[in-house]
């Protein structure tokens, strides 16, 4: 059982975590995990990974609906990458839980390092704001879903700092209607993890709530932000990068310490 104190740092974490969800569309799970393991004590990581799924996930739809309201969302195509994901994130999460925790963190953060490099690279384009999901992106963004799913469910984690960088890739829309739609599939294979974690009795049902209620209000800051830096090129992919490269090197520093 956790303490008073423990379960207050679990709301201010999801304070955090739902801001820069709805800010960024991804980097929910990414601070989640840590978030849960170091600063809120959870001593068993898979338990860290199936509560923070369960969070994020209610945490997406709350940004989703004030990315829903803002405009900011191409349902066709978050619908679609969704799907193909779903199945990936439970496959992905079944081979998740018989991993090691801690070197399951591990790859987390060196994943996290690529997809930084990666949407760094790409930072100035500005996107095409007519892009849509159609016969000839189709086959290209099933692909990308299908296997955010899988890295989705095996880190236990909603999938935003790869959807939102596949869902670029796929389409070449604006990186604000990315994030807008990564929220979908977030929710998705957020959920998704969370019922098999939940399966094996992986999840911290109290914390979860608390942490959900932090995260709720966050959720409206961060969608608010997200709409005046979008209009600043760059400035969003920027953020995104240097968040995912800050704490996979905390991961790295904090996981590979564990080993010796």
């Known amino acids: 059982m956790l303490d008073i104190l423990q379960y207050v740092l679990g709301a201010g974490s999801g ?25 809120v004590g959870v001593a068993n990581p898979h338990v860290a990974i ?5 969070a ?3 945490n997406a739809a709350t940004g989703l609906a004030n990315h829903a309201r803002a405009g900011t969302v191409k349902w ?27 070197r399951l963190l591990f790859l987390f953060a ?18 095409d704001p007519g892009a849509e999901c159609n016969r000839k992106n ?8 299908a296997l ?17 960088p596949g869902l670029l890739g796929a389409t070449g829309m604006p ?13 998705a294979f957020g959920l998704t993890t969370a019922l098999n974690y939940a399966r094996s009795g992986l999840i911290d049902w109290p914390l979860a709530l608390v942490f959900i209620a932090g995260g709720v209000l966050g959720g409206f800051g961060g969608a608010i932000a997200a709409k005046r830096l979008s209009e600043k090129r760059g400035r969003l992919t920027t953020i995104f990068a240097g968040l995912i490269f800050v704490v996979a090197a905390y991961i790295l520093w904090k996981s590979s310490a564990s080993w010796h």
Do not use: H
């Open 15 to 39: 304070l955090l975590v739902g801001f820069v969800l709805a800010l960024v569309g991804g980097g929910g799970s990414i601070l989640a995990v840590p978030l849960m393991v170091y600063v």
């Open 110 to 127: 060196l994943v996290m390092v690529v997809v930084g490099v990666v949407m760094l690279r790409g930072r100035a384009g500005e996107g």
């Open 56 to 58: 994020v996930a209610i």
């Open 138 to 145: 189709a086959f290209k963004v099933v692909g990308y879903g």
């Open 175 to 187: 990186i604000i209607n990315a994030i807008g739609s990564s929220l979908v599939a977030v929710f």
């Open 50 to 54: 199936g509560t923070s799924a369960l």
């Open 76 to 102: 066709r195509c978050a619908l679609i990458f969704a799907g193909a994901g779903v199945l990936g994130a439970f496959a992905g999460s079944t081979a998740g839980k018989a991993f090691d925790g801690q």
């Open 148 to 164: 955010t799913g899988v890295f989705s469910g095996f880190f236990g984690i909603g999938g935003g700092f790869l959807i939102v």
